[in-house]
């Protein structure tokens, strides 16, 4: 009022609150529900924090936590949008993004959003050896990357100074790869995609792709070096052999084992394991029988137990040795990628009652989650962005 602005026009500008963000907040006010997405929320936060709408603040942030259960695409939205805006993002919520992105590499790869992810995502997810993919799969998506972000600068990042080494007239209009773009971006589109090439693991392709979908994209060096690799297997200085490693565990897990004692009565036994665990071996231990002075040992032979386990059947038989000697125990090996917490085990009902107990043996299963915070933490230097507070305090 008085001599504002305002007070003349009757109209309020708020220059630091954006459409987004002023729908959310009006949204809020009336209880309604403020539709976020990751650029809402983000924008939203902003106004939040500058005009201290500390509902509206927390709601945000615990949104950013949780995005409908870490999925792969939002975080990829997040980290783009926070990026773009210049949001920093704690370095908790960083880790939590990251550890979710290799746990889930190939969904992630494989996101609609891949192709508008922000630069500075991109450069630190093709370095990883933990980021677990096929590499034909990410070259494709690279490449519709770089088409993507010649048209959208701001999605550029750390590859905005890619320029061309040769000159626009030589790039070839027939280009399947360039998505309708002009010489110009195809030319850039290739500058940004020799960027990448040391990091790409091209030994890991099927020939007949690297020579239709990556060779046109290379320079005569790197050209050379694939190609006498795959002729001659010569490895030149820089390039990668290996594929991905993945999310491997730096701690080998010991086996542990479980007793189980109360198994008499019953021919089929449901046994529940107290965690998930990788099982690698059953055994099965004879009773004593009442009477007799020797060593627990299995009676009336031969006979089969069986278990079941993540929808496969192991058989093994029980039976007498060359010298007629009775066993004491019968181990079935358990061969399994994936962690179980339940198995069934069958005895016959006639000699059930000769089953003194069961020891199952198997390796503690580590969540690939778990392992990939570890990874984060070790590469926290170079994943995480650190909040301008941090930087300047750093600096000082």
């Known amino acids: 009022y008085g001599e504002f602005r305002e007070g003349h026009t009757r109209e309020l500008v708020l ?24 650029p809402r929320a983000i924008t939203a936060l902003k106004a939040a924090k500058l ?13 950013l936590h949780d995005l409908e259960g870490l999925d792969g695409t939002l975080i990829l939205q997040t980290l783009t949008e926070s990026l773009k805006s210049s949001f920093d993002l704690p370095e908790d919520l960083q880790c939590t993004y990251w550890s979710n992105i290799l746990s889930k590499s190939a969904s992630v790869v494989q996101s609609p959003f891949f192709v508008e992810t922000h630069g500075s995502v991109i450069a630190k997810l093709i370095k990883l050896n933990e980021f677990h993919v096929n590499e034909e799969t990410l070259w494709n998506r690279l490449v519709e990357w770089a088409a993507s972000a010649v048209q959208k600068p701001e ?13 626009v007239k030589r790039v070839k209009m027939n280009n399947d790869d360039s998505n309708g773009i002009g010489p110009s971006e195809t030319a850039q589109q290739e500058a940004i995609l020799q960027l990448m090439s040391p990091h790409m693991r091209f030994i890991q392709m099927n020939k007949d792709f690297f020579i239709d979908k990556v060779r046109k994209h290379l320079d005569r060096k790197n050209i050379d070096a694939v190609t006498d690799y795959f002729l001659v297997g010569r490895k030149s200085e820089g390039l990668l052999i290996e594929k991905r490693a993945g999310l491997k565990d730096p701690d080998v897990p010991a086996e542990e ?24 071996r059953v055994e099965i231990y004879g009773a004593e029988l009442p009477g007799f002075y020797t060593r627990p040992r299995f009676y009336d032979l031969p006979f089969k137990w069986s278990v079941s386990v993540a929808n496969k059947r192991y058989s093994n038989p029980v039976a007498s040795d060359s010298d007629n000697r009775k066993p004491s125990k ?3 090996a358990i061969s399994l990628q994936d962690p179980c917490d339940e198995l069934i085990v069958e005895i016959p009902s006639d000699v059930i009652d000769r089953v003194r107990s069961i020891q199952v043996t198997g390796k503690s299963f580590k969540p690939p989650v778990e392992i990939a915070k570890s990874v984060v933490q070790r590469l926290s230097k170079d994943l995480l962005d650190k909040p301008a507070e941090a930087k300047s305090d750093a600096d000082q």
């Open 330 to 332: 019968s181990t079935m």
């Open 155 to 167: 999605l550029l990042g750390p590859f905005a100074d890619a320029t061309p080494c040769q000159p």
């Open 51 to 63: 005009y201290m709408i500390e509902d509206l603040e927390k709601y945000c942030w615990d949104y």
């Open 15 to 38: 220059e630091d609150v954006t459409v987004d963000a002023f729908d959310v907040m009006m949204r809020t006010a009336y209880h309604l529900d403020p539709k976020l997405t990751p």
């Open 257 to 280: 084992m479980q007793d189980y004692q109360e198994c008499c009565g019953f021919n089929q036994k449901k046994l529940k394991l107290t965690k998930p665990t990788i099982l690698t």
